[in-house]
């Protein structure tokens, strides 16, 4: 999107077809989050404390590009009046960054809880603008020109927070003229402070990203918008001449409602129609998780989705018109929070389903793999049922870390590859925290057992790693991608996963959630590698490629190109609770959403889809919500391995989704975009 693009409005109303979907959202705030209220009340209340214990330091950890800043004593906290404002005596943690004025920077607040699961937040408040005590509220932020974002911004008096399950995540971005304080806090209580002061260049400002718009884009349709503040975190599948999309949505008409639901859509390459469907969302997570995955072979798509009591899959056999089987799979007498589920469904119709979920047990976290087979097809050998084998645990790590969404993928000869990662938090001897990275690939060739082997680490937090498989058996390539503190880094194993050589990291600091594709063309290996940019205005998707992989040589692309600027003056304006009070202070940012996107390869292309979010920072402070909770279902079921691998022939396609949904909206804040890539 340019500077160019139509004025973004605040909330437009929209009609949504399924009107059972609507009125499944239209509830009251669950009381599931009754319990929480006493807890954010004590962590975010503004009376005074009135005790003169040592304040902790908040369970929160600032990273820039990744990497967890250590805590400065050196810092002088605000003075006393300030202290007074938010209720404490003093500051556990500080933190000290210098920007030069009007220049763009921007760094993480992260708050995380052991097993990746309970109620996390982070929650921020302006204390100091220029040397005084800021007067306007949380608006004072947009004034000094300070953007908070995040997955599910909501407001308690005058504190900011993002809500996760397990883990938060807030991104403090902006261009500022004086020196700006701010008090960071979570649900553990405790105090940091970050002074923010115009002065030299530092970590939090990111350099431009020096390469050229990509030269190969075939096409670029905007296929979807919303207002709601719930959507997001798209997954993409294709199949035939449609391309099926999974996203997080919330109310189109009533944006900034807390319930969301999942989003099926599809677009028809042949005609350019978009239909769809949904079904309700009940995930306990507001959106840090991106806890739904989507595959699909001729005319089986497989829908994924991590919830409070496990993994439910559920299975068209007709391209999405209907979905015939659901199933959990997990134990259903044991409740436990599954995170980050994968899917990758093989030339035969195996279906690999990878996720995390804690035991119950331990309280540790298991990387647990569910594999199904076909077990009944129709007249056209297209699948009608499946079988799934139970959860085997792949890997097993302490409750302290965060697990990454895992890459899964099949070779054409019925290997399977897994590339998965997590960042494990742990204090330091000054009292700080620190977060260690690792990633791990599981190989395991058809019918044989599994390798696994770290591929790497590094202090830092890390996101997502992806895996690509070329060949098939004793020629099995696996290709590796992951972040690290200088960008994202390539490793490739040419022995089955038994050993990986590391390449050189490309895309700069702040580099992060590759996806890695490997084709053959022309008698060359091809390998893609889509990644985000924390550029200076924001969130870029960008492109690297070896057009020939055996000569070492890389090109690098963008996709998409970050924007921040001035916000126009906006009237007083009609919301679902109230009126919006006028503007005309604050930034305009424009960038690729949180883990905005997802790839796919389909035959000599690659095929994304991304979330591009405009939004005012001063609404942004004007307006805020509160996240939910839900419920799950249940089935299951056993299979027989077949002997052989053999691919499946393509059965006639069937037609799909063909319900329609509303036409895109240019003045929304997300705009869903699908883009084909030579």
Not at 165 to 175: E, K, L, S, W
Not at 577 to 598: E, I, K, S
């Amino acid at each position: 999107m340019s500077p160019g693009t139509p004025p973004h409005r605040v909330t437009r109303l929209v009609f949504v077809d399924n009107a059972a979907m609507l009125a499944s959202l239209r509830r009251p705030l669950p009381t599931s989050l009754l319990p929480l209220l006493p807890l954010l009340a004590a962590a975010c209340g503004s009376g005074g404390s009135g005790s003169s214990e040592p304040v902790p330091a908040a369970r929160v950890v600032i990273a820039v590009d990744g990497e967890v800043v250590p805590d400065d004593p050196g810092v002088v906290p605000p003075p006393l009046p300030y202290r007074e404002q938010i209720g404490v005596d003093g500051f556990g943690a500080r933190h000290r960054f210098t920007t030069p004025a009007g220049e763009p920077f921007a760094f993480d607040l992260i708050s995380w809880t052991e097993g990746a699961s309970g109620g996390t937040q982070v929650s921020v408040q302006h204390v100091g603008d220029a040397g005084a005590r800021p007067t306007d509220g949380v608006a004072s932020l947009a004034r000094a020109g300070v953007v908070l974002s995040g997955a599910g911004l909501w407001q308690n008096g005058q504190w900011i927070n993002v809500y996760g399950d397990g883990f938060a995540r807030m991104t403090v971005r902006g261009r500022i003229e004086t020196e700006q304080v701010l008090a960071v806090t979570n649900e553990a209580g405790g105090m940091t402070v970050v002074v923010i002061a115009i002065g030299d260049e530092s970590s939090i400002n990111q350099p431009e990203p020096q390469v050229p718009p990509h030269p190969d884009v075939l096409s670029r349709d905007t296929i979807y918008s919303s207002d709601a503040w719930n959507f997001g975190l798209p997954a993409i599948a294709v199949s035939g001449d449609r391309t099926t999309i999974v996203a997080y949505e919330g109310d189109r008409a009533l944006g900034m409602r807390p319930e969301r639901y999942e989003l099926r859509l599809q677009h028809d390459a042949t005609t350019g129609a978009v239909t769809g469907g949904g079904a309700v969302e009940t995930s306990s997570d507001s959106g840090n998780w991106r806890d739904h995955e989507i595959a699909a072979l001729y005319n089986v798509l497989a829908v994924a989705r991590s919830e409070v009591d496990g993994v439910t899959l559920r299975l068209s056999f007709d391209r999405g018109a209907t979905f015939g089987q659901e199933v959990v799979l997990t134990d259903p007498d044991v409740w436990e929070q599954s995170r980050l589920v994968q899917l990758a469904i093989a030339a035969d119709y195996t279906l690999a389903v990878v996720f995390w979920q804690a035991d119950p047990m331990t309280g540790s976290l298991q990387l647990r793999l569910v594999e199904g087979r076909v077990q009944a097809v129709d007249a056209t050998n297209s699948p009608t049922w499946f079988t799934f084998d139970a959860p085997q645990v792949l890997y097993t790590v302490p409750a302290n870390a965060t697990p990454m969404v895992s890459g899964v993928a099949w070779s054409e000869g019925g290997d399977l590859a897994i590339g998965f990662g997590l960042s494990t938090f742990g204090p330091t001897p000054d009292g700080g925290w620190r977060s260690t990275a690792e990633f791990h690939g599981a190989v395991r060739p058809w019918g044989g057992a599994f390798t696994i082997r770290e591929i790497d680490r590094e202090e830092f937090v890390g996101y997502d790693p992806s895996v690509a498989a070329l060949g098939q058996g004793s020629d099995l390539r696996v290709f590796c991608a992951y972040e690290l503190r200088d960008g994202v880094r390539l490793a490739v194993s040419d022995d089955a996963g038994q050993s990986w050589t590391r390449l050189d990291a490309f895309g700069g600091a702040g580099a992060h959630n590759p996806s890695v594709f490997a084709r053959e063309l022309g008698g060359v290996t091809v390998v893609d590698v889509l990644y985000l940019v924390q550029a200076p205005a924001g969130v870029e998707l960008h492109h690297a490629r070896w057009d020939d992989f055996a000569q070492g040589t890389r090109q690098d692309f963008s996709l998409t190109t970050a924007v921040m600027e001035t916000s126009p003056p906006m009237p007083s304006r009609p919301t679902p609770y109230g009126f919006c009070a006028p503007y005309d202070f604050g930034l305009r940012t424009t960038q690729v959403g949180w883990l905005g996107y997802d790839a796919v390869i389909d035959g000599d292309e690659l095929v994304v889809v991304y979330d591009e979010v405009t939004q005012d920072a001063a609404f942004v402070y004007f307006a805020m919500w509160s996240p939910w909770n839900g419920t799950g279902v249940l089935a299951g079921g056993d299979i027989v391995l077949s002997p052989n691998f053999g691919a499946a022939t393509p059965p006639p396609l069937a037609p799909g989704m063909a319900e329609p949904l509303p036409p895109v909206d240019p003045a929304h804040a997300h705009q869903l975009v699908l883009t084909r890539i030579q």
